[in-house]
């Protein structure tokens, strides 16, 4: 099976595209849980207010995601 691992960024102001970033393909399930669960690790620490991170299969079906909102960089948490 294919996994596909990719991440969206936004700034939270209206009108600005959302950055995404380079997508990681591999048919390997323990590498795209390394890929996935390291690009949640970044996404936890960045400074980008919006921050999401998605773990699908080659058919679109998301197998994992971690959304992440304003609020952790107030020292809240995430949703």
Do not use: C
């Amino acid at each position: 099976m294919q996994y596909l691992i990719n991440e969206e960024q936004w700034d939270g102001e209206e009108g600005h595209e959302a950055t995404v970033g380079a997508t990681v393909q591999t048919d390997d399930w323990w590498r795209a849980q390394f890929e996935y669960y390291y690009r949640v690790a970044y996404a936890a620490i960045s400074t980008s207010p919006y921050h999401t991170v998605f773990l699908k299969t080659g058919t679109g079906d998301v197998v994992m995601k971690q959304q992440y909102n304003p609020e952790r960089l107030q020292g809240g948490g995430s949703t």
